[in-house]
Structures are given as C-alpha cells and as structure tokens.
C-alpha cells in the first residue's frame, strides 16, 4: 500500500477522535503516513476500548499523540499546541484539521413529557459542533501550524436542509459549520488552504444512537438507500483520505454527499 504521506513530518489534528467518523479517519490516515494528534472527552468506562483503538494507529509506525480534554476550553487547546509543537518540531506541519466534535443537543422543540429546546441549547450545540472548528482553525493559522497545502475537513448530514425531529440545535450547527467551513474556503485561499464538509449518509454510530428513533431512523435508510446499507464511518475516512491528496487540490469550500446515493430519494 501506498504511504504518501511517510517521511513529510506533516500531521493530522482529530477533533472528536475517539469513536465512529473521527476514529475511522484518523486509522486512514495513519495507515498511508500522517502522523496523527487526537483530541476527544472520554470516560473512564471507555478508556480500555479507546486505548485497544489508538493502539491500531501506533501499530501504523507514525508518531501519535491523544489528549483526554475538553476541546472546547481555550486553556486546554493551548495545551494541546504547545505539546503538539513539541513533538512536531520546528519543521513539522499540520497537514489536516478534521472536525468530528459532536456534542448536540436533543431535545424536542414542543413536548408535554420532556425538557424543551432553549436558547442556550442552540448556542451551547452551535458552538461546540461549529464554531469549534473555526476558534481550533484560526490559532493554528496564527501560529503557523499548517503545511503550505492544508485540508481543512468537517462533517455535516442531511440535517442540514431537512428537518428531522430532536434535531433543531443540531441541524442549525450543521447549517454554520458549513458557513464557517465555506469562508475558510474563501478567505484563507491564498494561503493554500482547502476547506470541504463531508455530508455522510446515515451512519451507525454513538452520535446516531444518541437521537431518538434512531432505530427507526436506520430501517428507513435501509429501504431509502439504493445500496439498502447504511454508511459505513469507513465509507467517510476514504473520502477524507482523497481530499488530502495532491489530486484533490481543486475540490474546495464544497459539500461532498458520501451517502451511497441516500439521498436521491
């Protein structure tokens, strides 16, 4: 198999690396050559489990750091840098930023039963699945983190354009993510920087399972899906694979559908 990346000392930061499409990519990417940094916020129940994870990454022969933290507190993200630094050296460069954060609020606009959506639910979910990305972006871009062709990849779903229930503060963070992700696109250009959202199909994943009727949820993708599978966090890491490549140079500020075709019907 090919390493493309091997011998370049050119990373991949993972925000929300520890489980489904974050984890998936990061093993991706590792098996052709980046070196890999991941950040998540794990329990001590998933510690075991996450380690027997990260130790396939290791087995890859590139350098690996992980940090146990929230992603979201600024002290925290310096941290991660400084140690980041450290390790990379003065030559080393980020190659790719993934953002995989999902911490959404569920809950229903209307009900007798349940709490209700609030105000400080959405900008609680916005800032964490998008804004995120831009606050984690822009201090590597003043630090000069980035390699001179970086990749800026995020994720999104059809959530973004269709309303599904408990999905309001998710969807409206998906919807900024995509702008955020757009302008970077834009704006940063200049200075070889590639910004693309991966919209992935319906996948069985802990963030999935986490919405209610997500059983019900699966069923209908499996009959709406032309494959009649779900997507697969394996099916997205590939995808996040190609966008790092040198042939994926003119793919930018884009929203890539990586659904099977899921979403024709």
Same mark, same amino acid.
């Given at each position: 198999?090919?390493?493309?990346?091997?011998?370049?000392?050119?990373?991949?930061?993972?925000?929300?690396?520890?489980?489904?499409?974050?984890?998936?990519?990061?093993?991706?990417?590792?098996?052709?050559?980046?070196?890999?940094?991941?950040?998540?916020?794990?329990?001590?129940?998933?510690?075991?489990?996450?380690?027997?994870?990260?130790?396939?990454?290791?087995?890859?022969?590139?350098?690996?750091?992980?940090?146990?933290?929230?992603?979201?507190?600024?002290?925290?993200?310096?941290h991660v840098l400084t140690t980041?630094?450290?390790?990379?050296?003065?030559?080393?460069?980020?190659?790719?930023?993934?953002?995989?954060?999902?911490?959404?609020?569920?809950?229903?606009?209307?009900?007798?039963?349940?709490?209700?959506?609030?105000?400080?639910?959405?900008?609680?979910?916005? #800032?964490?699945? %998008?804004? =995120?990305?831009?606050?984690?972006?822009?201090?590597?871009?003043?630090? *000069?983190?980035?390699? +001179?062709? @970086?990749?800026?990849?995020?994720?999104?779903?059809?959530?973004?354009?269709?309303?599904?229930? #408990?999905?309001? %503060?998710? =969807?409206?963070?998906?919807?900024?993510?995509?702008?955020?992700?757009? *302008?970077?696109?834009? +704006?940063? @250009?200049?200075?070889?920087?590639?910004?693309?959202?991966?919209?992935?199909?319906?996948?069985?994943?802990?963030?999935?399972?986490?919405?209610?009727?997500?059983?019900?949820?699966?069923?209908?993708?499996?009959?709406?899906?032309?494959?009649?599978?779900l997507t697969t966090p394996e099916?997205?890491?590939?995808?996040?694979?190609?966008?790092?490549?040198?042939?994926?140079?003119w793919i930018n500020g884009t929203?890539?559908?990586?659904?099977?075709?899921?979403?024709?019907?």
């Open positions: 198999m090919s390493k493309e990346f091997e011998h370049k000392n050119e990373w991949a930061l993972v925000l929300g690396g520890s489980s489904g499409l974050g984890l998936a990519t990061a093993k991706k990417l590792a098996k052709h050559g980046l070196h890999i940094c991941v950040v998540h916020r794990s329990s001590r129940s998933q510690k075991e489990e996450i380690e027997r994870q990260f130790q396939e990454i290791k087995n890859q022969n590139v350098h690996f750091l992980d940090f146990n933290i929230n992603a979201l507190h600024p002290e925290k993200r310096a980041l630094r450290e390790k990379m050296g003065n030559k080393g460069k980020v190659k790719t930023l993934v953002h995989s954060i999902a911490k959404g609020n569920l809950k229903p606009m209307v009900s007798e039963e349940h709490q209700t959506l609030q105000n400080d639910d959405f900008k609680i979910t916005i #800032n964490a699945m %998008a804004i =995120s990305l831009y606050d984690w972006f822009k201090v590597l871009f003043d630090k *000069n983190f980035f390699a +001179e062709d @970086a990749r800026i990849i995020s994720f999104t779903s059809e959530g973004n354009t269709k309303p599904w229930q #408990n999905y309001a %503060a998710v =969807s409206a963070a998906k919807v900024t993510l995509e702008a955020i992700s757009r *302008n970077i696109a834009l +704006e940063f @250009a200049k200075f070889g920087i590639r910004a693309n959202c991966i919209q992935a199909g319906v996948t069985d994943t802990a963030s999935l399972n986490r919405i209610p009727n997500s059983n019900e949820i699966k069923e209908h993708t499996l009959k709406r899906n032309p494959f009649q599978k099916n997205v890491a590939n995808v996040v694979y190609l966008l790092c490549k040198d042939e994926a140079s929203t890539l559908k990586v659904d099977g075709g899921e979403s024709l019907n």
